[in-house]
């Protein structure tokens, strides 16, 4: 079982709403990921969380802020957004993290996110 | 400098033709993987393949073929026989043993069958 589910699968808010999206592993992966993607364009890496630890934040703006409350789960945290924040948000996960570039990441379905 | 480069941004073929999917990577690594994900229009990424650096043996999945050549620095995806559930995009990624955790991902080429 490859299965990486994230919720809601589309959200609309508004610039002064705080919302949160949920990502969800049962594979026993011990890294987990959150990667922004624009329309037309390859995914763009966020940040990673390895053994619950978070281990790369990408220069994310604070308005995004990342929870890992255990193993399986992943949370991204949704303050005061603008516009051009609208995108599809990818959650992923692999084995370990730490195990370095040899590890393939799991991608779930996304949450569509709409900023007005 | 652009890791992973995808050339064609979008390849528009006929059911049951053939098509193929150039992908050419930069690295100074020894180490390091190649994966190619396909994405549908209901967004999620699916694994499709990941081959090292030191396995330079092509490989088959039903009508998926890909072929790795470390002296040309490319990694291409061949579909034969496409099929209208081809319609996708494809991205190659890279991922090195000097930046860990982190997939450096070409553009993607939009791949669409015309049944």
């Known amino acids: 079982d490859t299965e990486v589910t994230q919720t809601p699968k589309h959200l609309v808010m508004g610039m002064t709403n705080k919302k949160s999206l949920k990502c969800e592993q049962h594979m026993g992966h011990r890294a987990m990921y959150w990667y922004k993607q624009k329309a037309k364009k390859p995914p763009e890496l966020m940040f990673v969380y390895s053994y619950e630890k978070l281990s790369i934040n990408e220069s994310v703006p604070s308005r995004f802020s990342p929870e890992c409350p255990n193993s399986s789960l992943l949370n991204l945290h949704l303050h005061a957004l603008q516009p051009e924040d609208s995108a599809l948000y990818l959650c992923?996960?692999?084995?370990?993290?730490?195990?370095?570039?040899?590890?393939?990441?799991?991608f779930g379905p996304g949450t569509r996110l709409l900023v007005l | 400098a652009q890791k992973v480069t995808q050339a064609q941004t979008e390849i528009s073929v006929v059911e049951k033709e053939d098509v193929t999917l150039d992908c050419v990577y930069e690295?100074?690594?020894?180490?390091?993987?190649l994966f190619w994900y396909k994405q549908p229009p209901s967004g999620e990424l699916v694994f499709l393949i990941r081959?090292?650096?030191?396995?330079?043996q092509n490989e088959i999945s039903g009508r998926y073929s890909w072929n790795f050549q470390k002296s040309t620095s490319s990694f291409n995806f061949t579909i034969t026989a496409s099929q209208v559930v081809d319609s996708a995009v494809y991205f190659c990624?890279?991922?090195?043993?000097?930046?860990?955790?982190?997939?450096?991902f070409g553009k993607g080429n939009q791949v669409v069958v015309i049944p």
């Open positions: 081959r090292n650096s030191f396995d330079e």
């Open positions: 992923a996960s692999s084995p370990q993290g730490l195990a370095g570039s040899r590890e393939t990441q799991y």
């Open positions: 690295t100074r690594d020894t180490t390091y993987y």
């Open positions: 990624a890279l991922s090195e043993a000097t930046f860990r955790d982190r997939l450096a």
